[in-house]
Every structure is written in C-alpha cells, then in structure tokens.
C-alpha cells in the first residue's frame, strides 16, 4: 500500500534551498530599484484589498500571500540591511548572542475584552516586561486622552472589546515608533517568512533579522494603519512581536542616531545570569524618542557651562511622564520635564520592577487647585493583580512630615515603593490606597 506519509515528507535540504533561490526571484522582480547602500526600494502603489506586487507575484510574509503593505497607499519597502552585526553591537555589544525563549515568545497580549482590565497588557515577569508596560502606558495615553470619546473614567477602559484593544494597541506602536523617528519617519519591521516552530533553547537574532523586511512612512496615520491592518504580526501567538517592536524603534530613530544618543559603549540589553533586560537607554527611547538614558537619572549629563543651574538643559514634557524609587539612594533625580508629563501618565520603575501609575483628569498637571486631593489608579502587569488598584493622593497632608522625623526604621522609612516614587512628585503627599492591601 505504501507509505501514506510520503507525500507529507520534510523537505530535504536541497528541495529547502531551492524554495529560498525562487523566493529570493520573486523578491528581485518586486523590487525593480535600488536606493542608499544598495538596499532594494519599492514605492509602488498598490490598491486597497490588493495582494499582489510590481510584478503580479504573492508577495511571501503572509499564508494567504496577503502582501504586508496591500492597503497602504504608498510606502518604501526594503529588505532589512545586512547589518545584523552593528544592530548586535546596539544590542548586547557582542555579534553573537542568543535571544531567550522567553524573549522569542515574548508579544502583546492584552487581558480578556469586556474584564476589569480589558485595556491592560499581560505584562508578566521576564526581562521584556518594561518594553511591554511602557507601550501600556501609551494605550491608557490613547484611550484616556487622544480617542474622541465622550468617557474618560476608568470604566470605559473595562468596556473595550476585541477590536478596540487591537486599535489602541496600533495607535500607542504608531506613536511611539513615530516619535523616535523625530516626528517625520516611521519603520515598521515585519517578518515576511512565516515561522512554524517556536525555539526551545535559544533564538540568534542574526538569523531573525534575515527574514524581516522594512517599512519606511512620512506620514504617521499611513504607519498606523498600516500596523491595524497588521497588528497580529505583533500580538499574535509565535509572532515573536516584543522583539520586533524593538527592531522597528531601533530603525525608526536609525542606528547611527541611537549610538549618537548612548554616547558610550554601554548595549541597550543586559545580560545577566541568563536574563536579557532592558536598560534605561531603552525605557528612554520608548518615552522620549531618544535612547538617553542620563534623562531618566541614569547617569549625569555634561556641563554646559557655570552660572545655568547646573549645567542640565531643561527636558520637554512629553505625554507619558516617568517615576523611579530605589531603595538604595540615588545619585540623580528624574527629570522635572518626565516626573511632571503633559498628561497624567507614569511608567514606574520601582526597585527595577516597573508598571504603570495613571489618573484620568487631564486638567491634574495643568490646574494647581486640582492637586490638592486627587485620584489615581495603579496596574503592575503582575499576574496575581485582577483589579485596577485605587489611589487618593493628599498632598495637603503633614502626616508624613512627622514620619520624616522619626528614625531610618519607622514606618515612614518602610513605605510601599509605588508611594516613595509619588513622593518624588508630590513630596509630603499621603497615599491612600482606598482599602485594597499595599502590593508595590
């Protein structure tokens, strides 16, 4: 009878080389220039719905054939360089590391639609949770104070289905990687191959980024589209999503850009006992745009000259502020233009833990009277965490100034982590956490 399973058989090596020659013509065919550094371009425009290319071929990237960019009006389209080994050095300062699993599996992956935290991303524990909280912190951004919506309270965050998370989602990717390309560029990495298996030892980036293709915009509404229309090749299962993310931040403010901004040998990874991490250059850029991390109080800045308050040039305020607390004493401050942001939004980095504080009145940073007494919610991305915790600032109380006064092991020296950080804010403040038991 025969073996049934031979026509399902694995493709022998040279049947494997000779599917990636013919992929290698179609991709010839489609792109008909080439640019700066010889990388292939294509501008072509291409009709809503269309799937096909400049030469009438399925484009590879999707089961289907859907071509990535079929409803973008117009776009530049390039392999990714072959510059696997500078993107390394940025990385890990070494040309050969491995990602961990726990980074290739890593994606976005929000909390059921229509739950107490709908508008909330799994967070989890690994080293690409701070990537994860502060994209969160760009969602509840978009959902609080940039969509039109008649609603600002927390319980419109609790009422969002499938499609909205997917929207918001696109929306905080599209600004952030918008604003690392200083306002007039975008690039977004896909992968154009499909990936079947997931690794179980380890995953080299180098091999990766050979299977990745660039999308360059001028216009941010085309890059967010373009991420809606494609916004499972980041939240979906296997889609090693965080990891691309972090690719198409990276290209969007250009390599030589971000060198520029670490001004040092320092990587923007970490590597320690097996756990990749990410550094403050990282939180930087995905805050500001620029991968500084003496911004966050990482490191002090030059001094430009005497007689100028120190020397430390005064940073915008941007949308998303950022709040950090040690136990151990730091040496700097965050600075005045992230801990006050022009809405309020904090990422938080508590004890190297990080997670995301926000209120819903956008008048709390613009309106002295309005700090007085005010209210604002906590999400830790921790698992054990169902519920969005409830906060009440007082920042006319003297409870804690008499706490000051007592010994370094009284009470006020044993306060919660998240409460130390709103007092590098709001010094003197007292925290009220309305019930629910401290857990930061």
Known sequence: MGDRGAGHAAPTPLEEIASRISELSKWREIFSFRGKDGAALATDRLEPGSPRGHAGHLLPGSPDGTDPCARTRALTLAPLPPLPQRLQQLLFRSTAPLFSCEWAAAHFRFHPPHSHLAYALQAGKGGTRAILVAVQAHIITYLLFTRETECTHLDRLCRLGRWEQGQALAMALAETLWAAGGGGRAVVCLVTAPITTMPREGYRASSFTERIRMFEFSEKAAAQEFI???????????SHGVILFLYSLLFSRTLERVQEDLGDTSPLLNISSGNITCTEAVLSLLLTGRASPGQLGGRREPESGAGDGGGEAPWPRGPVGFLRWERAPL???????????????????????????FGTDSRLLSDWKAERTFHLYFYSGQQEQTQTAHLTIDTHSHHWEEAQRE??????????????????????????????????
């Open 407 to 440: 010994g370094p092991c009284s009470p006020g020296r044993r306060r919660p982590a998240l409460e130390m950080a709103i007092r590098t804010k709001w010094a003197g403040a007292t925290v009220s956490w309305n019930g629910t038991d401290p857990f930061f």
């Open 331 to 357: 040496e700097r401050q965050v600075s005045p233009g992230l801990r006050t942001p022009r809405l309020p939004v904090w990422l938080c980095s508590l004890s190297g833990r990080h997670s995301v504080l």
């Open 228 to 238: 809606s229309d494609h916004i499972n090749c980041f939240k979906g299962e296997g």
